[in-house]
């Protein structure tokens, strides 16, 4: 946190000065070690083991917060009689589909809800990155529920949860990861120490912990352990995601994704959403408990707010003009299409793919291949220039007088050229005014799109062609200022907020919003962002003038609630849970839900409330369920659906790695995201042969110094000379191994790519000593490119695509590779020296590696396809 | 007590200097127990101040790529990397397969590779002994860690093979478990007593109302006496300018009011700016603090007004011996001694002038 947060890392050495202790897990030591009171360090790809071993620390020892478990998450509910553990079934739970490689999910229901529940089949959510949606509310699930509330019944929850984390002992926590287990008891000690009644914790992880094959459940991990302990909903407690960059929490919420509309309101497809109707159905889930009920008054203003007068409810708001999935259309799937050339053109707007993304030599190759291709960003970056100076002029596979992109470099103002708001973490929106204007023909991106959708409505009014009706329909008349007509950004943010279209009155809350036709809303989940006419967002009330939850400083989506879920700060009676942790109670004299934060309940429901048999949406949510957009009101240590490759975390082992899975037969996550595609490969693991052909692991992450692909640090000067070079970190063993001296050259070679680095031999790095083996591990910044003021290789062209299965996201964290000392071949010597290695590793471009590696598993009768490997 | 000239001992430095109106010394305590190394100091004050990179070269020595403060850089921020213990409640590495340290031999190595910087004491370009002093932290034991092939100690001299026992088969002497990475902001001090300051031949060097020592770039003429007058290294000759430059404690902030840029930058407040009698206050306090939690290490420096500079304006808390930093143990204001060399060489004049007297009075008679 140190080394990519420095910023936010000022609270954690706040909070150290006050006496509190910090533990770092990481494989390498880096700024943060420096100042923790304790430092473990980990293979990497293992936290699924570190984290269930947590788990296993709190049920052995039944150290978990009781009261809160019962009342507040899912432990007391019993689950269906045909669901089996990833334990029994060798590291597969029941319902495998090994033709798709994906789950059909009926058996994790709840009982009695295997056909009513749950999405089933998962092969098309996985293809459309479903996961995404969850972030505002929970999966489809029916309310009611068979509870065991003494936890005794061997298919609660509770039992299932025990079972599952049974073998996550110290031991194998110390055979997996290869974290000493007395260093590990200091951690699961400190965690469940300073939790309960009197105290929280909280969780905070970086992006990193999602780019890696079983990434979303690693942060499940985490959940898992802060729902037992009751870390949520309370203040001090949470899961909180450092983000990679400012407002990339606003860019999932307004979002930049193909498969998102703004609010989390899934992007029709094609064939399950053919209607307004069955899409609005699709989200609120008829009968389902929770507030998700009001859907089709979410869909029904942001539709409103896209087409303005032409959407009528006649029309069903123009659902017809909405562009339906089709398939994958994630961004690794359209680099593997570009070179396939079934993409004709590209926008790029703040993203340097030729760097910062997994398997640099296929993006680039890419975007080698299309018609055009128009990069907006502050300085020429790699993206831009790749058809001219990339490595693969180098080795003659991009020519540059025969290459057929024509690319458009657009300049484009930064953060401080324009106004606008960052969303962060925590979910609070804060505007910021426009320091200076941009240089030159810089302009913002809201100019840049407010213009050529006028430009593309210009060319063709007048057009009676269908497919034109979206672009001349669409409510394009933003208020402009300016020499060079600057769209106003404040007139945007008071259509997110929404308004009522008849009288322009904007909306205090979504609460207000109707499915008639009668209000606009851009994103319901700001709505009240532009609340009585007031842009909320700017707000700046001092902290000494407010108490310490400044809830007059900015705003925070939903409703100016800083801590979801927060009805669980106070216990099943509405009491806090003590003086120290008070946040949001229940004022039985004036019958109100009551505190410091906006409280995240109905505010005169009394926490006596139980719903009449049948109840569904915010009628069906009880007194005591504090998870008010969870289908069944709790907090989910079992996910019975939403979670596309199991209902609990298991241990795999990543994509590539030189160990055999020591928990289960099954070596890595059955259900990732591989393509079988001529450019792309996966370095073999075991029980593969050959994986000793790529004997180190590889992690990359960031340098203080550096910001991600380098396009704003290392064009900087005094930024980049203060990391001058690529390099790699190795330990001295290593250095011994392998032949390196301190800042001389090495090479490292994977079945994708070489790159050269210099050599830093540092004590920091240490190999680790796991399941009786030694593994070695080498550390890279990814900063690097061949554009700027410092250049070097590129880290993220070492990887393969290998991808997450819930939300798409690459596993870019971690590789196998060999090292060399000296520099790499140049020319096309290069790619002839990549062959070899895949020769001898016995890779073949274009097909996967056996994604089943046990002989059979749970639930299935037959073999399956024809790629098993003995475990 | 200071003497007529005031060349050493304690005193309030702008009053000195005749400010009438002056208000408290100002000046930085930089507290290294809390500094994370993000650098931002360094970038703030190259940004504020406009100074000139200096130069895109990877120095090896850990993640410090700027070597030293020069005339090109104001703030620098220093990282040593040791195998000592560092107030982790487990060693970092205990139970790993390690081999023996490297980072005496790695920091020799980059001390080797680096280009000289202008600046003298400090650590010297090639001082790789030195550099594997700091790195082993004054233990020249544990420094020439760097067994060969045969497993013997075969001196600071890195041969690329630091641990060549094939690693977890050490006899456990030999391995390392503990390591700290101590990190540090280092500036100009603005001494009480600046000899650059007092050794200026055209009044570039300036003491200004808060006590600071500020180099006047318009009226500098580059004769660079500064640079060997100081004690610490800090002043420096800008190649290709050749005027002398430094750190001014953003003197154009502090006239409006406002805090240094690279205070004002840093996250943790490792960097704090305020009067000097506040933050040497806060300072034993903060040591006292620091040894009750079993931090018997922290110290400061500089922060004694009876020390050879009169004490300094910008003074530090250390986990660890100066030397480590690269800062000189006692540093001494090398004018102290001028009035007493003055007069010495008045006495030689004198005597000189009477022996020539004397000879030619002789050599009548």
Redesign the interface.
């Known amino acids: 946190m ?1 080394e990519a947060h ?2 936010g ?2 609270w954690v ?1 706040e909070a ?2 006050r006496g509190a ?1 910090v533990f770092h897990v990481d494989p390498r ?1 880096t ?9 473990l ?1 980990i293979r990497a790809g293992t936290d699924i083991a570190l984290l269930g071993g947590v788990v296993n620390h709190i049920l052995e020892n039944e150290l978990d917060f009781r009261e809160y478990v019962l009342s507040y998450t899912n432990a007391a509910t019993i689950v269906s009689e045909r669901f089996v553990d990833a334990e029994d079934g060798d590291g597969f739970f029941s319902g495998f589909d090994p033709e798709t490689g994906s789950y059909v999910q009926d058996s994790w229901q709840y009982a009695g809800h295997e056909s009513d529940s749950g999405s089933g089949h998962t092969a098309q959510e996985r293809d459309s990155a479903a996961g995404l949606r969850h972030e505002s509310h929970g999966a489809q699930v029916h309310g009611e529920t068979l509870r065991d509330e003494t936890l005794q019944h061997p298919r609660c929850v509770y039992q299932i949860l025990k079972r599952h984390f049974a073998r996550y002992t110290p031991e194998m926590v110390e055979r997996v990861c ?1 974290i ?1 287990r ?2 590990f008891l ?1 951690l699961a000690r400190a965690w469940t120490e300073n939790s309960g009644r009197e105290r929280t914790g909280c969780l905070i992880y970086s992006v990193g912990w999602t780019q890696h094959s079983v990434g979303v459940q690693y942060i499940r991990t985490g959940a898992i352990i802060q729902l037992l302990l009751g870390n949520m909903g309370r203040p001090g407690g949470g899961i909180l995601a450092l983000r990679g960059h400012a407002s990339i929490q606003g860019s999932t919420d307004i979002p930049t994704l193909f498969n998102l509309l703004p609010g989390y309101l899934p992007m029709p497809h094609h064939a399950d959403h053919p209607t307004f109707d069955a899409w609005v159905d699709s989200i609120r889930h008829p009968g389902q408990k929770g507030f998700w009920g009001n859907a089709r008054a979410f869909g029904a203003s942001l539709l409103k707010a896209y087409w303005g007068d032409a959407a009528t409810p006649e029309n069903d708001f123009c659902y017809g003009h909405l562009p339906r999935l089709t398939g994958d259309h994630g961004t690794y799937q359209q680099v593997l299409n570009m070179i396939d050339g079934k993409v004709k053109g590209y926008f790029l707007l703040g993203q340097n793919p030729a760097v910062g993304s997994a398997h640099g030599r296929a993006q680039r190759l890419g975007m080698a291949n299309l018609d055009w291709l128009v990069v907006r960003d502050l300085f020429m970056i790699e993206s831009a220039t790749f058809w001219q100076n990339g490595p693969e002029v180098a080795t003659g596979e991009i020519v540059p007088e025969q290459c057929r992109t024509e690319v458009f470099f657009l300049p484009a103002a930064s953060y401080v050229e324009k106004e606008g708001t960052f969303t962060q973490t925590q979910r609070l929106v804060q505007w910021r005014e426009k320091a200076v204007d941009p240089p030159g023909d810089a302009r913002s991106e809201l100019w840049f799109f407010y213009h050529l959708g006028r430009r593309l409505r210009e060319k063709l009014a007048g057009s009676d062609q269908p497919r034109d009706r979206a672009l001349l329909d669409l409510a394009w008349d933003y208020p402009t200022h300016g020499p060079h007509a600057e769209p106003s950004a404040e007139a945007v943010l008071r259509e997110i907020n929404g308004y009522d279209v008849t009288t322009g009155r904007l909306l205090s809350s979504f609460a207000e919003a109707k499915d008639d036709g009668s209000t606009a809303i851009g994103c319901w989940i700001y709505s009240g962002v532009y609340a009585d006419g007031v842009n909320q967002a700017a707000r700046r009330r001092s902290r000494h003038e407010q108490d310490w939850v400044a809830a007059e400083w900015g705003w925070a989506w939903p409703a100016n609630r800083r801590i979801l879920y927060n009805r669980a700060s106070a216990d099943p009676q509405g009491r806090p849970w003590s003086e120290r942790k008070r946040y949001v109670w229940w004022d039985p004299d004036a019958g109100e839900w009551t505190g410091y934060d906006v409280p995240d309940f109905e505010r005169t429901k009394p926490p006596t409330y139980r719903p009449p048999k049948g109840a569904a949406g915010p009628e069906g949510i009880a007194g005591d369920d504090a998870f008010v957009m969870q289908g069944d009101g709790k907090g989910w240590l079992y996910a019975p659906s939403g979670v596309l490759d199991g209902p609990l975390p298991t241990h795999f082992e990543p994509a590539e790695s030189p160990m055999r899975n020591p928990l289960y037969g099954q070596q890595a996550n059955p259900t990732r995201k591989v393509y079988a595609h001529p450019v792309n490969s996966v370095n073999p693991s075991p029980p593969q042969e050959h994986s000793q052909v790529f004997p180190y692991v590889f992690t990359v992450s960031r ?3 550096h910001h991600t692909a380098g396009a704003m640090s290392r064009t900087v ?9 690529m ?1 790699v970190e190795v ?3 290593l ?3 392998a ?6 050259w090495a090479h490292l070679i994977s079945g994708r790519a070489v790159i050269e680095a ?1 050599v ?5 790095l ?4 796991v399941d009786g083996r ?1 593994i070695h591990q080498l550390w890279l910044p990814y900063h690097f490119g061949f554009e700027g ?2 250049t070097g290789d590129s880290a993220n062209d070492l990887f393969g695509i290998t991808l997450d299965p819930n939300v798409l996201i690459q596993e870019s964290k971690i590789g196998t590779c060999d090292v060399r000392p000296g520099r790499r071949p140049t020319g096309p010597a290069l790619r002839d020296l990549v062959a070899d290695y895949q020769r001898r590793a016995g890779i073949i471009p274009g097909r996967t590696p056996p994604m089943v590696t046990v002989r059979r598993p749970a639930g299935q009768a037959d073999e399956g396809p024809g790629e098993h490997a003995d475990a | 007590m200071p003497d007529a000239n005031s060349l050493y001992g304690p005193l309030d430095p702008a009053p000195d200097a005749g400010w009438v109106q002056a208000g408290p010394r100002m000046g930085f305590f930089t507290d290294t127990s ?1 500094c ?5 100091c ?2 703030a004050c ?2 504020w101040n406009g ?8 120095l ?1 020595m ?2 410090d ?2 070597g030293a403060l020069t005339a090109n850089s104001w703030r620098h921020v220093a990282f040593i ?1 040791q ?1 000592r213990p ?5 060693p ?12 005496a ?2 920091a020799a ?2 001390a080797g ?1 680096a280009d000289p910087s202008g600046t003298d004491p400090g650590v010297p370009p090639d001082a790789a002994d030195a550099a594997a002093r700091m790195a082993a932290g004054g233990t020249p034991a544990e420094g020439t860690a760097a067994t060969g092939a045969n497993g013997a100690a075969t001196g600071t001299r ?1 041969l ?5 026992q094939p ?2 088969r050490g006899t456990g002497a030999k391995e ?1 478990t503990d ?5 540090m902001s280092d500036v100009c001090k603005h001494c009480t007593h600046a000899a650059c300051l007092d050794v200026c031949p055209t009044g570039a060097l300036f003491r200004t109302e808060f006590g600071t020592v500020v180099v006047q770039e318009d009226i500098c003429n580059g004769c660079g006496y500064c640079i060997s007058a100081c004690p610490y290294g800090v002043i420096d000759q800008r190649r290709g300018d050749g005027r002398a430059w430094k750190c001014t404690l953003c003197y154009d902030r502090l006239g409006a009011g406002m805090t240094p840029a690279c205070a004002q930058a840093c ?3 490792s960097i704090q700016y305020g009067p000097l009698d506040e933050l040497r206050e806060r300072a034993a306090r903060r040591v006292a603090q620091l040894h009750g939690r079993g931090v018997p290490e922290a110290r400061l420096y500089g922060h004694d007004p009876t020390d050879g500079v009169g004490g300094d304006g910008a003074f530090f808390l250390l986990l660890d011996e100066p030397e480590v930093y690269g800062l000189p143990p006692d540093p001494v204001v090398t004018t102290r001694d001028l009035p007493k060399m003055w007069k010495r060489a008045g006495w030689a004049a004198v005597a000189m002038a009477a022996a020539a007297v004397a000879a030619f009075v002789g050599g009548q008679s």
């Open positions: 140190a420095p910023v890392f000022q050495m150290k000065r202790k030591f700024r943060t070690s420096a100042v923790a009171d304790t430092y360090p290869g000493p007395e260093k200091e340098l203080t110094e000067r005094p930024l980049a000379e203060l990391q001058p070079e390099f330990s001295p063993e250095a011994a191994e032949g390196l001296t301190h800042l001389g210099k830093l031999v540092t004590d920091r240490t190999p680790l000593r030694v003021l410092v | 809390v994370i190394g993000c650098k931002a360094e970038v190259k940004e100074v000139p990179d200096s130069g895109f070269d990877l090896g850990s993640y790529n700027t990397e195998p560092a107030g982790h409640r487990t970092p590495f205990a139970g790993t397969p390690t081999g023996g340290p490297v980072s031999t790695s190595v980059a590779s890195f690329g093979m630091p641990g060549a690693p977890g390392r390591f700290r990475w101590l990190m996250p943790t407040e």
